[in-house]
């Protein structure tokens, strides 16, 4: 379309200039011929102007495509409506451009001249506007969406590499928040080829799974104490994905966001830093001591004769012996210990004497 336009502007304004130039040009040579002249010169003119205009759109095509380097190929909103935007900036700005040409030369030969440098300078408006989308919509106090961009590790003092436990726990999104977590947050590609994995799997709660994951990636965006990225590098000498996580964390100096007990422990043995959800949760808890007595309501019987097992409002397990009889009930209950499991606090109890 572009190369079509070109020419035929580019072909418009050649026939007109010769049919211009060409009776001026032949009368003195050839007096004869100078009523067929005109008609001569808008050939010659149009011939000429096909040609070039073709080499002059092809280039122009091939400019307009090779300027946006970074532009997806699949324009966001925010894209779409500055571009707009920029389609009018350069239809005014070439209008006022154009309007010597309109003046000063023939109808015939500006008006063409005109729609060339107006359709040139919209095109260019519209690209240039639609590649600055975030810093424009920034300008006026917004904070678009952005697609995640791909980016090398980078020496940033604060970032945080997020692996998909974490992203389908979804509670980094209250750590942002909070302010307890802000900076670059890489989201490493093998970790968005995962929750792409489990949201199209067959299973429902597979799939629940990976789409909440990917909800939570999507929500990251839009919160402003953070930068989120997807990491570029890749680890092709490791075959296992915690493996290439430490070592994407080891490279960038990066904090490891997860809830996977066995990734947290292998990533800590190799001086990872490692940001468990699961332990800033257990840290902020009530403190329980031994010997409290509480009301919990028994649930379902334990993994023992005679034990009954209950949840306090936070969600954390209580075993209770003797209390497999009483399911169902809410019983007075003395705490004896607590013990620290890889999915969090759990408490033992007894019946009051």
Request: glycine share 12%.
């Amino acid at each position: 379309m572009v190369v079509e336009s070109v020419r035929l502007l580019i072909t418009l304004i050649f026939t007109a200039i010769g049919f211009r130039l060409a009776p001026s040009v032949l009368s003195g040579a050839l007096p004869e011929q100078a009523e067929s002249a005109g008609v001569v010169g808008a050939v010659i003119g149009a011939g000429v102007g096909y040609v070039l205009g073709g080499i002059v759109g092809r280039q122009l095509r091939v400019g307009l495509e090779k300027a946006p380097r970074s532009v997806a190929p699949d324009l966001s909103g925010a894209e779409l409506f500055t571009g707009a935007f920029g389609v009018i900036f350069g239809i005014v700005v070439g209008a006022v451009l154009a309007l010597p040409a309109v003046l000063l030369l023939p109808a015939v030969v500006g008006l063409p001249l005109a729609g060339l440098v107006v359709f040139i300078l919209a095109a260019v408006g519209a690209r240039l506007f639609a590649y600055r989308a975030d810093d424009l919509i920034g300008a006026v106090g917004l904070k678009p969406r952005s697609p995640l961009v791909s980016r090398s590790l980078g020496g940033s003092d604060r970032s945080y590499l997020l692996d998909s436990s974490a992203a389908i726990d979804g509670r980094i999104l209250d750590l942002v928040r909070s302010g307890l977590v802000e900076g670059q947050t890489w989201i490493p590609g093998v970790v968005l080829d995962e929750l792409q994995g489990l949201a199209d799997s067959g299973n429902q709660t597979t799939r629940r799974r990976g789409r909440r994951g990917l909800d939570v990636i999507a929500a990251l965006q839009d919160e402003p104490l953070v930068d989120v990225s997807v990491l570029e590098d890749t680890v092709p000498e490791m075959a296992e994905v915690d493996a290439k996580l430490i070592a994407l964390c080891e490279r960038s100096s990066s904090r490891l966001v997860t809830t996977d007990h066995n990734l947290a422990k292998a990533a800590e043995l190799r001086g990872v830093l490692i940001l468990n959800p699961n332990v800033v949760a257990e840290a902020v808890k009530a403190t329980v001591e031994v010997g409290q007595l509480m009301r919990v309501p028994v649930s379902r019987k334990g993994s023992e004769p005679g034990q009954g097992v209950g949840y306090l409002d936070d969600g954390t397990m209580v075993v209770i012996e003797g209390a497999a009889a009483s399911l169902g009930e809410e019983l007075e209950i003395e705490i004896t210990s607590t013990t620290r499991t890889s999915v969090g606090r759990m408490l033992f109890a007894r019946l009051p004497v």
